[in-house]
């Protein structure tokens, strides 16, 4: 599926260490992209979603993954029945262990839970010394369990967006970020620009919570946006949707892709892992994301 392509003009409080040089990192090398992504998130014991999907989708687009989880959940299609935060301390040495060994070419965040983990987090990407992030802002599990207190939104807001080299709201996410309602294109635009105002360096707002027979996901940059649109599926399978797209963007970026092609890219793999989804479980199941490896 190529996607349409439409070019516009688009109107811490964490005390942390300072990064070592990249020069002393062993395994960094910034004129060389590796492909290498370190997921910071949730796990979900049912696969379909969290580092799970993250892992999956960063290896088959020719990336590598590496993790710093932030919290365990017991998970499956039918819902999140239990979630257990790891401390602070522990998700802050799995990263600091991953970087100053391995190297990243992207970080990915998504499950953060907290205002703490929100706060550890953000120190974490100063910490990578201006690795490109990828935001996913968590909130809401497919089921409808929560996922980011409360409280933590104005974290996510003043903390994360701004440390965001691309952002991927879902309508739900971005209206609660920026209080603007999300239910066509129009909002989808409004909301986008508003969190580019916001500090987001790009914004991949998702579509597939508005309404409408074609599902429209919209890429705004300061240098304009480009559309993205297919025709919706019918399907209970979209566990992990978020994840894995957010994941894939950061394998293309890791790559060295531009943010363009890199998101192209991985909203068409996303779309046929939907597509292909095996069917698994009582509730919304999950991706198929080997597809690749089937072919086409």
């Not at 959940?73 to 257990?84: C, E, F, R």
């Not at 010394?129 to 409360?150: R, Y």
């Not at 979209?238 to 890219?265: D, F, Y």
Request: with cysteine; charged share 25%.
């Amino acid at each position: 599926m190529t996607p349409q392509a439409d070019d516009r003009r688009a109107g811490g409080d964490r005390e942390t260490k300072t990064p070592q040089a990249v020069s002393d990192r062993v395994g960094d090398d910034r004129d060389q992209k590796r492909g290498r992504v370190l997921i910071l998130a949730g796990s979900d014991s049912g696969g379909g979603a969290g580092v799970q999907a993250d892992i999956k989708a960063v290896t088959m687009l020719g990336g590598f993954a590496a993790t710093a989880i932030t919290a365990v959940t017991i998970q499956n299609t039918l819902g999140v029945h239990g979630v257990y935060p790891l401390p602070i301390d522990v998700i802050e040495a799995q990263a600091k262990a991953v970087l100053d060994d391995i190297g990243a070419d992207a970080l990915k965040t998504g499950m953060l839970g907290s205002v703490e983990v929100v706060e550890a987090v953000a120190g974490l990407i100063d910490y990578a010394d201006n690795v490109p992030t990828v935001v996913d802002p968590v909130m809401i599990a497919k089921g409808g369990s929560p996922l980011l207190e409360d409280r933590a939104v104005e974290a996510v807001r003043r903390l994360m967006v701004p440390r965001a080299a691309l952002l991927t709201p879902n309508a739900p996410e971005a209206e609660a970020l920026t209080g603007i309602a999300v239910a066509d294109l129009d909002g989808q635009r409004r909301a986008g620009e508003a969190l580019l105002e916001m500090g987001a360096r790009a914004v991949l707002m998702k579509g597939g919570h508005v309404p409408g027979e074609t599902v429209i996901d919209l890429l705004l940059t300061r240098d304009g946006e480009t559309v993205l649109e297919s025709e919706r599926i019918d399907t209970r399978h979209t566990h992990g949707t978020g994840c894995t797209l957010a994941s894939a963007c950061a394998a293309g970026i890791a790559k060295g892709l531009p943010l363009q092609v890199a998101v192209a890219e991985a909203w068409a793999y996303v779309a046929e892992a939907i597509r292909r989804a095996p069917g698994l479980g009582q509730g919304h199941g999950p991706l198929d994301h080997g597809w690749p490896l089937r072919g086409r």
